[in-house]
């Protein structure tokens, strides 16, 4: 059965002036952030992260969750839909040796400038059509990736995750739990294309077949 978990709650938390940031946000802002290039990673705050670069304090906290919720060793293998440059890739590698990892992103970008040790094992597609066959992966992970794309490619990338995993799977989405917070999120938001309330998102997991484990991203 699906489950609401914060498998995250290890990452650091960063501090943000959401107030700041939701006024300086223009559609132009994100038209550029959408196309996932160079700008969006590596160009102006307001495009984007501003400097995306690894570090080990972002995801080694977060692995050992992973390790033992899912029982993952060296035999094990991961897929990270979103995957960006593969930092999370690289900790997953680093952590627990041996493991399969793969990844996929959208952007040319981000995958031309991926953790050089993860360049062999990221590649560019698309979450709404994966190039892997059924049931490839004991695990499946998506975060903050599935909401950028429009409702009915959120169903498509759902399924998807469900076809190429052996059953298990976690994704984080942008979400709201009440009107206050549906309004800051609104105007928080750079990339995403669908953002439901908590309740909605779980509705739509129901509808479309999605049977993995979920948390939500809410600023």
């Known amino acids: 059965m699906p489950k609401e978990i914060d498998l995250l709650i290890n990452y ?3 501090k943000r002036n959401l107030d700041e940031r939701s006024s300086s946000k223009t559609e132009a802002d994100r038209a550029i952030a959408r196309q996932f290039g160079k700008e969006f990673f590596d ?3 307001n495009h984007g992260y501003g400097g995306f670069n690894y570090h080990p304090r972002f995801w080694q906290p977060v692995i050992p969750t992973f390790k033992d919720y899912w029982g993952l060793d060296g035999t094990s293998s991961v897929l990270d839909v979103g995957c960006a440059k593969g930092f999370m890739l690289h900790d997953l590698a680093e952590l627990i040796p041996g493991i399969t990892v793969k990844g996929i992103d959208i952007s040319d ?3 031309a400038n991926a953790i050089e040790d993860m360049l062999p094992h990221v590649s560019v597609a698309n979450a ?3 190039p892997f066959e059924d049931n490839s992966f004991d695990v499946v992970i998506s975060i903050n990736t599935v909401h950028n794309l429009e409702r009915q490619e959120c169903g498509q990338a759902l399924q998807e995750i469900e076809r190429v995993s052996r059953g298990k799977s976690f994704i984080t989405v942008d979400a709201y739990r009440n ?3 549906q309004v800051r999120m609104e105007a928080w938001n ?3 294309k669908t953002i439901m309330s908590v309740d909605d998102w779980v509705t739509f997991f129901a509808e479309v077949g999605y049977t993995g484990d979920y948390y ?3 600023p």
Do not use: S, V
Request: charge should be negative; aromatic fraction near 14%; charged fraction near 25%.
């Open 12 to 14: 650091p938390k960063t």
């Open 43 to 45: 160009g102006d705050r």
């Open 109 to 111: 970008y981000a995958i």
């Open 128 to 130: 709404t059509q994966l």
């Open 179 to 181: 009107a206050e917070e």
């Open 190 to 192: 750079l990339t995403a």
């Open 216 to 218: 939500w991203f809410i």
